[in-house]
Protein backbone atom coordinates (compact mmCIF):
# COMPACT_ATOMS: atom_id res chain seq x y z
CA UNK A 1 0.00 0.00 0.00
CA UNK A 2 1.37 3.35 -0.77
CA UNK A 3 1.69 6.15 1.70
CA UNK A 4 -1.81 8.00 0.46
CA UNK A 5 -3.85 4.61 0.18
CA UNK A 6 -2.89 4.10 4.10
CA UNK A 7 -3.68 7.70 4.81
CA UNK A 8 -7.09 6.86 2.73
CA UNK A 9 -7.64 3.60 4.55
CA UNK A 10 -7.31 5.17 7.91
CA UNK A 11 -9.94 7.50 7.40
CA UNK A 12 -12.45 5.48 5.85
CA UNK A 13 -12.29 2.84 8.64
CA UNK A 14 -12.55 6.04 11.09
CA UNK A 15 -15.25 7.22 9.49
CA UNK A 16 -18.08 6.31 10.76
CA UNK A 17 -16.86 8.19 14.37
CA UNK A 18 -15.17 11.00 12.54
CA UNK A 19 -19.13 11.63 10.81
CA UNK A 20 -20.39 11.25 14.78
CA UNK A 21 -17.35 13.81 15.92
CA UNK A 22 -18.31 16.52 12.99
CA UNK A 23 -22.23 15.77 13.98
CA UNK A 24 -21.51 17.12 17.32
CA UNK A 25 -19.85 20.49 16.17
CA UNK A 26 -21.92 24.01 16.55
CA UNK A 27 -21.20 25.20 12.79
CA UNK A 28 -23.85 26.30 10.62
CA UNK A 29 -23.73 26.44 6.97
CA UNK A 30 -22.79 29.84 5.66
CA UNK A 31 -19.65 29.61 8.38
CA UNK A 32 -16.35 30.41 7.04
CA UNK A 33 -13.82 27.33 8.52
CA UNK A 34 -10.10 26.43 8.40
CA UNK A 35 -8.83 22.41 8.69
CA UNK A 36 -5.98 22.60 10.29
CA UNK A 37 -3.49 19.81 9.32
CA UNK A 38 -5.86 18.83 7.01
CA UNK A 39 -3.51 15.82 5.66
CA UNK A 40 -4.93 14.48 2.46
CA UNK A 41 -7.81 16.46 2.53
CA UNK A 42 -11.03 13.62 3.06
CA UNK A 43 -11.83 15.08 6.34
CA UNK A 44 -11.93 18.63 5.32
CA UNK A 45 -14.32 17.25 2.62
CA UNK A 46 -16.41 15.62 5.07
CA UNK A 47 -16.64 18.94 6.89
CA UNK A 48 -18.02 20.70 3.75
CA UNK A 49 -20.96 17.90 3.23
CA UNK A 50 -21.73 17.04 6.74
CA UNK A 51 -22.33 20.76 7.71
CA UNK A 52 -23.65 21.61 4.11
CA UNK A 53 -21.36 24.59 4.28
CA UNK A 54 -21.61 27.19 1.27
CA UNK A 55 -19.03 29.38 2.26
CA UNK A 56 -15.06 28.99 1.31
CA UNK A 57 -13.40 26.33 3.42
CA UNK A 58 -9.70 25.86 4.31
CA UNK A 59 -7.53 23.05 4.38
CA UNK A 60 -4.44 23.93 5.43
CA UNK A 61 -1.38 21.38 5.89
CA UNK A 62 2.38 21.82 6.25
CA UNK A 63 3.48 18.79 3.44
CA UNK A 64 3.25 20.42 0.12
CA UNK A 65 2.29 16.52 -1.48
CA UNK A 66 -0.65 15.89 0.66
CA UNK A 67 -1.96 19.50 -0.09
CA UNK A 68 -1.24 18.50 -4.02
CA UNK A 69 -3.39 15.32 -3.24
CA UNK A 70 -6.03 16.76 -1.39
CA UNK A 71 -6.86 19.88 -4.54
CA UNK A 72 -6.79 16.84 -6.49
CA UNK A 73 -9.30 14.32 -5.31
CA UNK A 74 -11.18 17.02 -3.63
CA UNK A 75 -14.96 17.09 -4.56
CA UNK A 76 -15.83 20.80 -3.94
CA UNK A 77 -14.94 23.47 -5.77
CA UNK A 78 -15.22 26.15 -2.35
CA UNK A 79 -12.46 24.13 -0.57
CA UNK A 80 -9.16 25.67 -1.34
CA UNK A 81 -6.28 23.91 -0.18
CA UNK A 82 -3.30 25.52 0.87
CA UNK A 83 0.28 24.93 1.77
CA UNK A 84 1.18 26.46 5.33
CA UNK A 85 2.68 26.31 8.74
CA UNK A 86 0.05 26.12 11.91
CA UNK A 87 3.16 28.55 13.45
CA UNK A 88 2.76 31.15 11.17
CA UNK A 89 -0.85 31.62 9.93
CA UNK A 90 -0.88 33.82 6.45
CA UNK A 91 -4.29 34.86 7.75
CA UNK A 92 -6.02 38.56 8.61
CA UNK A 93 -7.02 38.75 12.35
CA UNK A 94 -10.64 37.79 12.83
CA UNK A 95 -10.66 35.57 9.72
CA UNK A 96 -12.50 32.92 10.52
CA UNK A 97 -15.88 31.72 12.89
CA UNK A 98 -14.53 27.91 13.45
CA UNK A 99 -11.48 26.51 13.12
CA UNK A 100 -10.95 22.33 13.13
CA UNK A 101 -7.77 20.88 13.69
CA UNK A 102 -7.52 16.58 14.49
CA UNK A 103 -4.51 14.97 15.32
CA UNK A 104 -2.22 17.62 14.37
CA UNK A 105 -1.14 20.13 17.53
CA UNK A 106 0.67 17.48 18.95
CA UNK A 107 3.38 18.85 21.58
CA UNK A 108 6.65 17.23 21.64
CA UNK A 109 10.51 17.30 20.08
CA UNK A 110 10.47 18.35 16.04
CA UNK A 111 11.80 14.79 15.19
CA UNK A 112 8.94 13.45 16.36
CA UNK A 113 6.64 15.56 13.80
CA UNK A 114 5.48 17.89 16.49
CA UNK A 115 4.61 21.44 14.92
CA UNK A 116 6.03 22.78 18.44
CA UNK A 117 7.65 21.93 22.06
CA UNK A 118 5.15 24.02 23.75
CA UNK A 119 1.57 25.15 22.89
CA UNK A 120 0.88 28.27 23.75
CA UNK A 121 2.32 30.13 20.74
CA UNK A 122 -0.10 27.74 18.28
CA UNK A 123 -2.97 28.32 20.61
CA UNK A 124 -2.19 32.00 20.54
CA UNK A 125 -2.14 32.31 16.57
CA UNK A 126 -5.29 30.21 16.21
CA UNK A 127 -7.18 32.65 18.50
CA UNK A 128 -5.92 35.79 16.51
CA UNK A 129 -7.78 34.24 13.36
CA UNK A 130 -11.06 33.34 14.73
CA UNK A 131 -13.60 36.37 15.16
CA UNK A 132 -14.55 37.08 18.76
CA UNK A 133 -17.28 34.42 19.44
CA UNK A 134 -15.44 31.68 16.89
CA UNK A 135 -14.90 28.25 17.98
CA UNK A 136 -11.92 26.01 18.37
CA UNK A 137 -12.19 22.45 18.01
CA UNK A 138 -9.26 20.00 18.64
CA UNK A 139 -9.85 16.63 18.48
CA UNK A 140 -6.82 13.69 19.34
CA UNK A 141 -6.58 10.17 19.01
CA UNK A 142 -6.85 9.69 23.10
CA UNK A 143 -6.97 5.85 24.03
CA UNK A 144 -7.63 2.33 22.28
CA UNK A 145 -7.72 -1.80 23.51
CA UNK A 146 -6.84 -3.71 20.61
CA UNK A 147 -6.08 -6.46 22.13
CA UNK A 148 -8.82 -8.15 24.00
CA UNK A 149 -7.39 -11.56 25.65
CA UNK A 150 -4.21 -9.86 26.73
CA UNK A 151 -4.78 -7.34 28.63
CA UNK A 152 -1.42 -7.46 30.81
CA UNK A 153 0.63 -7.65 27.64
CA UNK A 154 -1.13 -4.82 26.42
CA UNK A 155 -0.61 -2.87 29.02
CA UNK A 156 3.13 -3.50 28.87
CA UNK A 157 3.18 -2.69 25.45
CA UNK A 158 1.39 0.75 25.72
CA UNK A 159 3.90 1.49 28.28
CA UNK A 160 6.60 2.13 26.16
CA UNK A 161 7.42 5.36 25.05
CA UNK A 162 6.89 4.59 21.52
CA UNK A 163 3.11 3.51 22.58
CA UNK A 164 2.92 7.31 24.24
CA UNK A 165 5.02 9.55 21.53
CA UNK A 166 5.60 12.07 21.36
CA UNK A 167 5.01 12.07 25.03
CA UNK A 168 8.31 11.80 26.80
CA UNK A 169 9.40 11.22 30.36
CA UNK A 170 10.48 14.20 31.00
CA UNK A 171 7.57 16.62 29.80
CA UNK A 172 5.92 18.94 31.03
CA UNK A 173 2.39 17.15 31.90
CA UNK A 174 0.54 20.32 30.61
CA UNK A 175 1.81 19.86 26.85
CA UNK A 176 -0.02 16.32 26.89
CA UNK A 177 -2.99 16.50 24.69
CA UNK A 178 -5.37 15.31 27.50
CA UNK A 179 -4.64 18.85 29.45
CA UNK A 180 -6.05 20.69 26.26
CA UNK A 181 -9.25 22.51 28.19
CA UNK A 182 -5.37 24.16 30.02
CA UNK A 183 -4.31 24.92 27.08
CA UNK A 184 -7.77 26.80 25.93
CA UNK A 185 -7.91 28.42 29.14
CA UNK A 186 -4.34 30.23 29.15
CA UNK A 187 -4.65 31.20 25.88
CA UNK A 188 -8.00 33.37 26.75
CA UNK A 189 -11.01 31.28 25.33
CA UNK A 190 -14.01 30.68 27.09
CA UNK A 191 -17.04 28.40 27.19
CA UNK A 192 -14.57 25.25 27.55
CA UNK A 193 -15.69 22.19 27.06
CA UNK A 194 -14.67 18.48 26.05
CA UNK A 195 -16.13 15.47 24.82
CA UNK A 196 -14.78 11.55 24.26
CA UNK A 197 -16.19 9.10 21.57
CA UNK A 198 -15.67 5.67 20.98
CA UNK A 199 -15.14 3.55 17.61
CA UNK A 200 -16.31 0.21 18.34
CA UNK A 201 -13.45 -2.54 16.39
CA UNK A 202 -15.97 -5.49 15.67
CA UNK A 203 -15.44 -8.81 14.15
CA UNK A 204 -15.55 -10.16 11.23
CA UNK A 205 -13.56 -7.57 10.24
CA UNK A 206 -12.93 -7.11 6.26
CA UNK A 207 -9.39 -7.07 4.83
CA UNK A 208 -9.33 -3.42 4.42
CA UNK A 209 -10.38 -3.36 8.04
CA UNK A 210 -7.84 -5.32 9.46
CA UNK A 211 -5.11 -3.07 7.58
CA UNK A 212 -6.30 -0.22 9.02
CA UNK A 213 -6.25 -1.70 12.37
CA UNK A 214 -2.90 -3.17 11.54
CA UNK A 215 -1.47 0.40 11.11
CA UNK A 216 -2.53 1.16 14.35
CA UNK A 217 -0.51 -1.90 15.96
CA UNK A 218 2.22 -0.19 13.98
CA UNK A 219 1.90 3.34 15.10
CA UNK A 220 1.69 2.23 18.61
CA UNK A 221 3.88 -0.67 19.15
CA UNK A 222 6.21 -1.55 16.55
CA UNK A 223 9.15 0.66 17.87
CA UNK A 224 8.62 -1.18 21.41
CA UNK A 225 10.68 -4.19 21.29
CA UNK A 226 13.68 -3.04 23.39
CA UNK A 227 11.37 -1.82 26.21
CA UNK A 228 9.84 -5.13 26.60
CA UNK A 229 10.69 -8.46 27.39
CA UNK A 230 11.21 -10.85 24.41
CA UNK A 231 8.68 -12.91 25.36
CA UNK A 232 5.72 -10.08 25.05
CA UNK A 233 7.48 -9.10 21.66
CA UNK A 234 7.41 -12.63 20.39
CA UNK A 235 3.41 -12.77 21.51
CA UNK A 236 3.01 -9.35 19.79
CA UNK A 237 4.47 -10.79 16.78
CA UNK A 238 2.56 -13.66 16.78
CA UNK A 239 -0.68 -11.62 17.84
CA UNK A 240 -0.40 -8.73 15.54
CA UNK A 241 1.28 -9.79 12.56
CA UNK A 242 -1.20 -10.43 9.51
CA UNK A 243 0.70 -13.67 8.50
CA UNK A 244 0.90 -15.03 11.62
CA UNK A 245 -1.54 -17.85 11.98
CA UNK A 246 -2.68 -16.94 15.40
CA UNK A 247 -3.22 -13.20 13.79
CA UNK A 248 -5.87 -11.75 16.42
CA UNK A 249 -7.87 -9.90 13.78
CA UNK A 250 -8.91 -12.81 11.94
CA UNK A 251 -10.75 -14.22 15.19
CA UNK A 252 -14.39 -13.16 14.08
CA UNK A 253 -15.50 -12.50 17.73
CA UNK A 254 -12.64 -9.90 17.89
CA UNK A 255 -13.69 -6.99 19.60
CA UNK A 256 -11.79 -3.77 20.37
CA UNK A 257 -11.84 -0.09 20.17
CA UNK A 258 -10.59 3.30 20.18
CA UNK A 259 -11.44 6.61 21.31
CA UNK A 260 -11.03 10.45 20.05
CA UNK A 261 -11.43 13.27 22.20
CA UNK A 262 -12.57 16.53 21.31
CA UNK A 263 -12.18 19.78 23.02
CA UNK A 264 -13.29 22.69 22.37
CA UNK A 265 -13.81 26.62 23.13
CA UNK A 266 -14.57 29.94 22.02
CA UNK A 267 -12.92 33.34 21.68
CA UNK A 268 -13.97 36.17 23.99
C1 LIG B 1 -1.68 12.79 11.82
S1 LIG B 1 -1.92 13.85 10.45
C2 LIG B 1 -3.63 14.26 10.62
C3 LIG B 1 -4.29 14.56 9.31
C4 LIG B 1 -5.79 14.76 9.39
N1 LIG B 1 -6.14 15.91 10.20
C5 LIG B 1 -6.46 13.52 9.96
O1 LIG B 1 -6.91 13.54 11.11
O2 LIG B 1 -6.52 12.52 9.24
C6 LIG B 1 -1.13 15.35 10.98
C7 LIG B 1 -1.05 16.37 9.88
O3 LIG B 1 -0.50 17.57 10.39
C8 LIG B 1 0.37 18.12 9.43
N2 LIG B 1 1.29 19.04 10.12
C9 LIG B 1 2.35 18.73 10.89
N3 LIG B 1 2.98 19.84 11.31
C10 LIG B 1 2.28 20.89 10.81
C11 LIG B 1 2.44 22.30 10.87
N4 LIG B 1 3.47 22.84 11.55
N5 LIG B 1 1.55 23.08 10.23
C12 LIG B 1 0.53 22.54 9.51
N6 LIG B 1 0.33 21.20 9.40
C13 LIG B 1 1.20 20.38 10.05
C14 LIG B 1 1.03 16.91 8.80
O4 LIG B 1 1.57 17.18 7.52
C15 LIG B 1 -0.13 15.93 8.75
O5 LIG B 1 -0.82 16.00 7.53
Redesign the pocket.
Given at each position: MSEFDIYENL?RFREPLIRRIIESLVISPDSKGID????IGR?TNLLYSEKNLNKDLIG????YD?IQYAKKYSKYTNIKFVQ????KLNFKSNSFDWIWS???IWIGPKES?C?AEKPDKILNELNKILIPGGKLYLAFWSSQKLLPGYPLLEARLNSTISANTPYLNDMNPNNHILCVKKWLKDANFKDIKVKSFVGDIAGSLSENDKKAVSTFFEMLWNNSEREVSKKDWDKFNELCSSESDKFILNDPNYYGFYIYTLFNGTKI
Open positions: TVGCGILDLSKGDVNMDTGP
